[in-house]
């Protein structure tokens, strides 16, 4: 037996605050941007979500000129929609989730939900709307099950079919016609295939043309846009040019003198984009040549996140919210704003799992998880009166509303700048927004949120998702 006695571990007396997050902004906006065609104005019109699978998503139409309107779905079960697919002018149908399909009015907001038959799943973008047969189509991947898909009648308003086992890939991403009346849908993972869908039938095949694919690496080319030629073949970057009749990949046709993601062609000209170190570089290839220009350079994009307008200008609404036109020739930046402002998230105290002392003081930090229902813990510290302040200061966007903390309107403390989502409205004011004002001299919190800074020594502050 060892005689070797053990010291008790000292403990420390801890206090526990129970604070609330103040209304934000919504998570990252990770969606694909398309085109809705233009409005009653004729100024052409771009749709856009965020991803909340906590209290919803947030949708946007932006128009050219940076015009928008916001669009809210309230409820966990309305968690976000990569897939979107347009009906007509004022109608749009929505997919997340395998299960179910979503019908928006865009005039009134008023939305319904109708179901598929098929089982649940989450659905990435490339939902097929075909207007000769009235039928919607997606396919996804249910957890421990195989590859699945359903057809639906989006005029009746019911589900037609539900296929199983369809395709050894897993996700959409991207489809194209091919030009005899049926579709191909781009699969990942773990390989790459093209699954080919006749509505006339609402029948399924597949062509499997990579056996392994790492979606991790989003330069040097990827599949989820695709342009095509004037003859309907498509461009897979490395492969070639797929010609849907054949079911194969030719040598024949231009090719770039660098691989990038394709996004759209005007001409003799294409515009590709590639992801490198958190931003979105742009350029232009002439198919004539070879020659790949560089265009511009969008911080905090993705590549699902731009499209080309009509009038020939990169459009993007970026990860955060904030709205970027260039001229598609020379690369010049036009506009460079928040597309909407009034968009708060949906900040509030979560019910706790044990009954707790309500706290009198609150430490509050605007750029803290977007606008998900959260809540932070400090144990072993007693704040201090003179900087701790009662009540959420007034957080808000600098009127110009500039990228990566370019604008930095210091309220209470806090510094303000661009987290996730779309940007929240300045607050009108008032005594409390006086107050804080007033007091926002001293700097605010990093954005990571590691530490305090408001002369509480060593105080770690953990956030918790529910």
Not at 161 to 184: E, Q, W
């Amino acid at each position: 037996m060892s005689n070797v006695r053990t010291r008790p571990a000292s403990r420390r007396p801890t206090r526990t605050l129970r604070v609330s997050i103040p209304r934000t902004r919504d998570p990252f906006v990770n969606t694909p941007l398309i085109s809705l065609g233009p409005d009653a104005s004729g100024e052409e019109r771009f749709w856009i979500s965020t991803w909340n699978s906590c209290v919803g998503a947030l949708a946007l139409v932006v128009s050219e000129s940076s015009k928008a309107r916001a669009y809210r779905f309230k409820g966990k079960r309305y968690g976000g929609f990569y897939s979107a697919a347009q009906e007509d002018a004022d109608t749009l149908w929505l997919c997340g989730d395998l299960s179910r399909v979503v019908r928006l009015t865009l005039s009134t907001g008023a939305f319904e939900e109708y179901p598929t038959g098929a089982p649940s799943a989450l659905v990435f973008q490339g939902m097929v709307l075909d207007r000769a047969s009235g039928l919607l189509f997606a396919a996804a991947f249910p957890w421990a099950q195989t590859t699945a898909a359903f057809s639906f009648d989006y005029r009746g308003r019911r589900g037609r079919k539900v296929l199983t086992d369809i395709s050894p890939a897993h996700y959409m991403r991207f489809h194209f016609p091919n030009g005899d009346g049926s579709y191909s849908c781009v699969m990942h993972c773990p390989g790459e295939s093209l699954l080919r869908w006749d509505p006339r039938a609402d029948t399924v095949d597949t062509f499997e043309y990579k056996s392994q694919l790492d979606t991790e690496v989003l330069s040097g080319g990827t599949t989820y846009h695709l342009i095509a030629d004037d003859q309907g073949r498509r461009y897979f970057p490395g492969q070639g040019w797929y010609e849907p009749a054949a079911r194969a990949f030719s040598a024949d046709g231009p090719r770039p003198r660098r691989e990038m993601t394709w996004f759209a062609r005007r001409g003799r000209r294409a515009w590709g984009a590639d992801y490198e170190n958190g931003a979105v570089e742009v350029a232009v290839w002439d198919l004539d040549t070879g020659a790949v220009r560089p265009l511009c350079s969008i911080p905090d994009s993705q590549l699902h996140n731009l499209t080309l307008s009509a009038s020939g200008k990169v459009m993007c609404v970026n990860m955060y919210g904030e709205f970027f036109r260039y001229d598609g020739d020379t690369g010049a930046l036009e506009v460079i704003a928040p597309p909407a402002r009034g968009l708060l998230g949906h900040g509030r105290l979560p019910p706790p799992d044990r009954p707790r002392p309500a706290a009198r003081h609150a430490l509050h930090h605007p750029a803290l998880l977007g606008g998900q229902p959260a809540h932070r813990e400090r144990k072993g510290l007693r704040p201090s009166r003179a900087r701790l302040r009662r009540g959420p200061p007034d957080v808000g966007l600098a009127r110009e509303g500039l990228h990566g903390g370019l604008h930095r309107r210091r309220t209470g403390g806090v510094r303000s700048r661009p987290t996730g989502g779309f940007p929240r409205e300045p607050s009108r004011g008032g005594r409390s927004a006086a107050r804080h004002a007033a007091r926002g001299r001293r700097g605010g919190w990093p954005p990571h949120l590691l530490r305090v800074q408001h002369g509480v020594r060593n105080a770690r502050v953990r956030a918790h998702l529910l």
